[in-house]
Protein backbone atom coordinates (compact mmCIF):
# COMPACT_ATOMS: atom_id res chain seq x y z
CA UNK A 1 0.00 0.00 0.00
CA UNK A 2 0.90 3.76 -0.72
CA UNK A 3 2.33 5.85 2.42
CA UNK A 4 3.36 9.34 2.57
CA UNK A 5 5.64 10.53 5.01
CA UNK A 6 5.99 14.24 5.94
CA UNK A 7 9.00 15.87 8.75
CA UNK A 8 9.67 17.02 10.96
CA UNK A 9 6.15 17.47 12.60
CA UNK A 10 6.63 20.71 14.23
CA UNK A 11 9.35 23.42 13.79
CA UNK A 12 10.56 26.77 15.41
CA UNK A 13 12.31 28.94 13.54
CA UNK A 14 13.52 32.14 13.65
CA UNK A 15 13.18 35.23 11.06
CA UNK A 16 15.46 34.97 8.50
CA UNK A 17 16.70 31.61 8.91
CA UNK A 18 16.28 28.51 6.51
CA UNK A 19 13.74 26.21 5.97
CA UNK A 20 13.74 22.81 4.34
CA UNK A 21 11.00 20.29 4.87
CA UNK A 22 10.48 16.75 3.50
CA UNK A 23 7.88 14.50 2.23
CA UNK A 24 8.62 10.83 0.81
CA UNK A 25 6.15 8.58 -0.89
CA UNK A 26 5.90 5.18 -0.45
CA UNK A 27 4.51 2.24 -2.70
CA UNK A 28 3.59 4.29 -6.07
CA UNK A 29 6.08 5.87 -9.01
CA UNK A 30 5.87 9.14 -10.86
CA UNK A 31 3.20 10.38 -8.46
CA UNK A 32 1.86 14.02 -8.58
CA UNK A 33 3.08 15.84 -5.46
CA UNK A 34 1.84 18.85 -3.88
CA UNK A 35 2.50 21.35 -1.27
CA UNK A 36 -0.57 23.45 0.36
CA UNK A 37 -0.66 25.80 3.19
CA UNK A 38 -3.18 25.50 6.00
CA UNK A 39 -2.59 29.40 7.57
CA UNK A 40 -5.67 29.95 10.15
CA UNK A 41 -8.83 30.81 8.44
CA UNK A 42 -7.85 30.97 5.36
CA UNK A 43 -8.21 27.03 4.31
CA UNK A 44 -5.68 25.31 1.97
CA UNK A 45 -3.76 26.95 -0.52
CA UNK A 46 -1.36 25.24 -3.03
CA UNK A 47 1.98 26.29 -2.71
CA UNK A 48 3.51 24.02 -5.43
CA UNK A 49 2.67 20.76 -7.53
CA UNK A 50 5.05 18.56 -9.40
CA UNK A 51 3.91 16.29 -11.98
CA UNK A 52 7.31 14.89 -12.38
CA UNK A 53 11.25 14.65 -11.64
CA UNK A 54 12.38 18.58 -11.62
CA UNK A 55 8.73 20.03 -13.03
CA UNK A 56 7.95 22.49 -10.66
CA UNK A 57 4.41 24.36 -10.82
CA UNK A 58 4.35 27.08 -8.62
CA UNK A 59 0.66 29.04 -7.39
CA UNK A 60 1.68 31.52 -5.52
CA UNK A 61 4.78 33.74 -5.98
CA UNK A 62 7.55 33.69 -2.22
CA UNK A 63 10.17 33.30 -0.43
CA UNK A 64 9.55 29.67 -0.91
CA UNK A 65 10.22 27.22 -3.51
CA UNK A 66 10.26 23.80 -3.81
CA UNK A 67 12.31 20.78 -5.45
CA UNK A 68 11.93 17.05 -6.40
CA UNK A 69 15.10 15.67 -6.65
CA UNK A 70 13.52 11.68 -7.01
CA UNK A 71 10.68 10.11 -8.40
CA UNK A 72 8.91 9.92 -4.59
CA UNK A 73 10.31 13.26 -2.85
CA UNK A 74 9.34 16.62 -2.64
CA UNK A 75 10.97 19.26 -0.65
CA UNK A 76 10.14 22.84 0.48
CA UNK A 77 12.48 25.07 1.00
CA UNK A 78 13.16 28.87 1.99
CA UNK A 79 16.49 30.70 2.19
CA UNK A 80 15.35 33.32 4.77
CA UNK A 81 11.88 32.92 6.52
CA UNK A 82 9.51 35.84 7.31
CA UNK A 83 6.63 35.57 9.98
CA UNK A 84 4.21 35.07 7.62
CA UNK A 85 5.43 32.03 6.77
CA UNK A 86 4.25 30.85 10.00
CA UNK A 87 1.48 27.73 9.10
CA UNK A 88 0.49 24.19 8.74
CA UNK A 89 2.44 22.85 5.73
CA UNK A 90 0.70 19.56 4.18
CA UNK A 91 2.32 17.72 1.62
CA UNK A 92 0.15 15.15 -0.79
CA UNK A 93 0.53 13.01 -3.80
CA UNK A 94 -2.13 11.68 -6.35
CA UNK A 95 -2.16 9.35 -9.07
CA UNK A 96 -3.25 11.77 -12.06
CA UNK A 97 -4.50 15.25 -11.41
CA UNK A 98 -7.87 14.19 -11.36
CA UNK A 99 -7.35 11.06 -8.82
CA UNK A 100 -8.30 12.10 -5.09
CA UNK A 101 -5.48 13.31 -2.68
CA UNK A 102 -3.56 11.47 -0.36
CA UNK A 103 -1.99 14.16 2.56
CA UNK A 104 0.72 13.31 5.14
CA UNK A 105 0.30 14.36 8.51
CA UNK A 106 1.77 18.27 8.16
CA UNK A 107 4.26 20.07 9.77
CA UNK A 108 3.30 22.80 12.21
CA UNK A 109 5.84 25.65 11.28
CA UNK A 110 6.42 28.79 14.05
CA UNK A 111 8.44 31.52 12.45
CA UNK A 112 9.63 33.77 15.80
CA UNK B 1 -12.09 30.26 -13.43
CA UNK B 2 -13.09 27.04 -11.01
CA UNK B 3 -13.88 27.97 -7.36
CA UNK B 4 -15.57 26.28 -4.19
CA UNK B 5 -17.87 28.15 -1.68
CA UNK B 6 -18.40 25.84 1.15
CA UNK B 7 -20.56 27.80 4.26
CA UNK B 8 -18.60 29.03 6.98
CA UNK B 9 -18.57 28.14 10.29
CA UNK B 10 -18.23 27.19 13.06
CA UNK B 11 -21.22 24.86 13.37
CA UNK B 12 -21.83 23.55 17.01
CA UNK B 13 -24.38 20.77 17.13
CA UNK B 14 -25.65 18.67 19.72
CA UNK B 15 -24.86 14.74 19.38
CA UNK B 16 -27.84 12.88 17.10
CA UNK B 17 -28.37 16.63 15.58
CA UNK B 18 -28.64 16.32 11.43
CA UNK B 19 -25.79 17.81 10.04
CA UNK B 20 -25.73 19.89 6.67
CA UNK B 21 -22.62 21.44 5.32
CA UNK B 22 -23.69 23.14 2.40
CA UNK B 23 -21.19 23.50 -0.56
CA UNK B 24 -21.33 24.92 -4.47
CA UNK B 25 -19.01 25.22 -6.92
CA UNK B 26 -18.04 26.66 -10.33
CA UNK B 27 -16.22 25.15 -13.17
CA UNK B 28 -15.66 24.88 -16.48
CA UNK B 29 -16.34 21.13 -17.97
CA UNK B 30 -17.13 18.25 -15.59
CA UNK B 31 -15.31 18.34 -12.43
CA UNK B 32 -14.97 15.69 -9.69
CA UNK B 33 -15.79 16.93 -6.25
CA UNK B 34 -14.35 15.85 -3.12
CA UNK B 35 -15.06 16.38 1.22
CA UNK B 36 -11.99 15.87 3.14
CA UNK B 37 -12.01 16.01 6.86
CA UNK B 38 -9.02 17.16 8.72
CA UNK B 39 -9.43 15.94 12.87
CA UNK B 40 -7.25 18.31 14.80
CA UNK B 41 -3.40 18.18 14.53
CA UNK B 42 -3.66 15.96 11.85
CA UNK B 43 -3.65 16.09 7.45
CA UNK B 44 -6.44 15.94 5.75
CA UNK B 45 -8.49 12.35 4.56
CA UNK B 46 -10.80 11.71 2.06
CA UNK B 47 -14.33 11.52 3.24
CA UNK B 48 -15.90 10.69 0.04
CA UNK B 49 -16.52 11.86 -3.87
CA UNK B 50 -18.36 11.69 -6.62
CA UNK B 51 -16.89 11.57 -10.41
CA UNK B 52 -20.37 12.74 -12.76
CA UNK B 53 -23.69 14.71 -12.14
CA UNK B 54 -26.25 13.00 -9.70
CA UNK B 55 -23.34 10.47 -7.94
CA UNK B 56 -23.88 10.19 -4.17
CA UNK B 57 -20.64 9.74 -2.52
CA UNK B 58 -21.35 7.86 0.87
CA UNK B 59 -18.87 7.05 3.65
CA UNK B 60 -19.34 6.50 8.12
CA UNK B 61 -23.06 7.89 7.40
CA UNK B 62 -22.00 10.94 5.71
CA UNK B 63 -23.28 11.56 2.14
CA UNK B 64 -23.08 14.32 -0.78
CA UNK B 65 -24.66 14.22 -4.07
CA UNK B 66 -23.96 15.94 -7.33
CA UNK B 67 -26.00 17.89 -8.67
CA UNK B 68 -25.57 19.55 -11.70
CA UNK B 69 -28.65 21.83 -11.82
CA UNK B 70 -27.41 23.86 -8.46
CA UNK B 71 -23.97 23.27 -8.93
CA UNK B 72 -23.96 21.68 -5.22
CA UNK B 73 -22.63 19.21 -3.36
CA UNK B 74 -24.08 19.26 0.15
CA UNK B 75 -22.37 17.39 3.00
CA UNK B 76 -24.90 15.42 5.48
CA UNK B 77 -25.22 13.36 8.27
CA UNK B 78 -28.27 12.04 9.69
CA UNK B 79 -26.91 11.86 13.55
CA UNK B 80 -23.52 13.57 14.24
CA UNK B 81 -21.53 11.88 17.03
CA UNK B 82 -18.78 13.67 19.23
CA UNK B 83 -16.05 12.23 17.10
CA UNK B 84 -16.94 13.54 13.68
CA UNK B 85 -15.82 17.35 15.41
CA UNK B 86 -13.43 18.23 12.80
CA UNK B 87 -12.82 20.22 10.03
CA UNK B 88 -14.25 19.71 6.76
CA UNK B 89 -13.07 20.59 3.26
CA UNK B 90 -15.28 20.65 -0.19
CA UNK B 91 -12.64 20.13 -3.42
CA UNK B 92 -13.32 20.24 -6.72
CA UNK B 93 -10.86 18.29 -9.76
CA UNK B 94 -11.14 19.93 -12.98
CA UNK B 95 -10.21 17.03 -14.80
CA UNK B 96 -7.48 18.51 -16.17
CA UNK B 97 -3.50 17.23 -16.73
CA UNK B 98 -1.62 19.96 -14.75
CA UNK B 99 -4.16 21.18 -12.48
CA UNK B 100 -4.46 20.22 -8.59
CA UNK B 101 -7.58 19.97 -6.39
CA UNK B 102 -8.67 23.60 -5.65
CA UNK B 103 -10.26 23.54 -2.13
CA UNK B 104 -12.98 25.50 -0.24
CA UNK B 105 -12.54 27.36 2.97
CA UNK B 106 -13.38 24.72 5.45
CA UNK B 107 -16.12 24.51 7.66
CA UNK B 108 -15.28 23.76 11.44
CA UNK B 109 -17.82 21.02 12.83
CA UNK B 110 -18.25 21.42 16.75
CA UNK B 111 -20.53 18.10 18.16
CA UNK B 112 -20.98 18.50 22.21
CA UNK B 113 -22.33 15.35 23.99
Avoid at chain 1, 2 to 30: K, Y
Avoid at chain 1, 59 to 76: H, K, M
Wanted: hydrophobic share 35%.
Amino acid sequence: SQTIHQWPATLVQPVGSPLSLECTVEGTSNPNLYWYRQAAGRGLQLLFYSVGIGQISSEVPQNLSASRPQDRQFILSSKKLLLSDSGFYLCAWSSTSSSPLHFGNGTRLTVT
Amino acid sequence: GNSVTQMEGPVTLSEEAFLTINCTYTATGYPSLFWYVQYPGEGLQLLLKATKADDKGSNKGFEATYRKETTSFHLEKGSVQVSDSAVYFCALSANQAGTALIFGKGTTLSVSS
